[in-house]
């Protein structure tokens, strides 16, 4: 009886020894599934946060390049519903000074250096960011329908910069894991840790369409040949002195003093320079670069520079482009205007490059620049007024028959210098 006592003691003691191991491993198990879940969790932040900062970086790249962009709609898309540049929509650029300011959305609270002006969802069902560019008083845009997958967000607004520094900008994007960037600057204080939510800002300056704007109004580093009529030159700048012509050649048969317009009271002889040495001997890219500040492949390669293709007629296709906001064309080859065309105006020019000889026979009346990389041939017996307003440069010779007058305008000069031109990402300013 002793013996069936010990061994009954012995297995109730082998229960007991089972039993604890059995709670040791449970508990074990239990641990190591904690730190799986804590793990999880931290992937999941992890995943969240990286989330937020590329759509914050995508929202900062997208409004740069809506600023170097054409006339949109309020869904920030070019067509036919398009009104207004995303730089003129937002932005008050003084022509004088450079200085930038944010414009034309009230927010609430309203901060003198802030506006918010665009917000975008990356969509599961489009599959592409959805954009929104309200005009008036700021409102976000609607939520998207709900999806399997994540479908993050970034809300821009443009800053002033620190310093008032003239010709630069601040853009901010804060990008959120929700479809509604508000959501994120709603709970960036609360304890709902379900959002995850990053700011960048990067500083973007105004690269000048036009460096160094011409004094004269007419320009040319070749020969001139004019007709019986000759060509109307006029200024009445007196920061320009009032002049009219600046060229290589020694003489310039059939300039007509009749034609000719400077400041009153100065003679019609100093406002025309002859035989420049320095015009006679630079190369094209030399002259290029006088006027420009840059070379030739970089200022093609400009953000806003948009390259204009037309066969024949050139006419319509550069009216066209101006109506979609183009403000920088670049024709690549011969540029033919052939019909009666309208192109700029006082307060939004238009500069044209053309890498090619230019031949116009029509009535133009193009407000802004034209600079032209060959020879030039303006004829004009339309009977319809042929009126460039603003500055032509002519890397070639010019040869003009009609009746053609080139008026000089400063204010549009400043408009090209000041206000027109590429917005650049700023090196070294990008911040998260």
Known sequence: MNVHLHRGERGAATLVVV??????????????????????????????????????DAGAEWALGMLNGLKIDQACLAGNAATDRFRDRYLTIASTSREIAPSGIVITPNIANRRSVADCVRTEAQGRWVCNCPTGTWSAAAAPASASNM??????????????????????????????????????MSSDMTLARAVVQLDAALLSALKVPPATALTVRGSINLGANGIG????????????????????????????????GTPIQQALIFADPGLGSATPEQMFKLFFGMSLQRYVNQPAMRQITCALDCGPSL?????????????????????????GSATSPMLIVVEGPVRIDAGLQLTGLLYARGNTIWTNTSGLPALLQGALLVDGDLAVDGTVDIWYQAS?????????????????????
């Open 233 to 264: 030159l006029h200024n009445s700048e007196p920061l320009s002195n009032g002049l009219l012509l600046l060229t290589s050649d020694d003489t310039v048969p059939n300039l007509l003093e009749a034609r000719l317009d400077t400041l009153p």
């Open 151 to 188: 479908q993050p967000s970034f809300k821009v607004s443009l800053i002033s910069p620190v310093g008032n520094r003239a010709g630069n900008l601040r853009i901010e994007s804060v990008g959120c894991t929700s479809s509604v960037a508000q959501n994120c600057e709603a709970d960036a």
């Open 19 to 56: 039993m604890v191991l059995f709670l040791i491993m449970a508990m074990m198990a239990a641990y190591a599934n904690r730190n799986m879940i804590f793990e999880q969790r931290i992937a999941s932040n992890y995943y969240r946060a990286g989330v937020s900062l590329e759509a914050a």
């Open 412 to 432: 549009v000069m400043d408009e090209l210098k000041n206000r027109a031109g590429s917005f650049v990402r700023v090196q070294g300013s990008w911040w998260n």
């Open 319 to 343: 009216a066209a482009a101006y109506a979609k906001g183009v403000r920088l064309a670049w024709i690549n080859g011969p540029l033919d205007i052939l019909s009666a065309t309208v192109l």
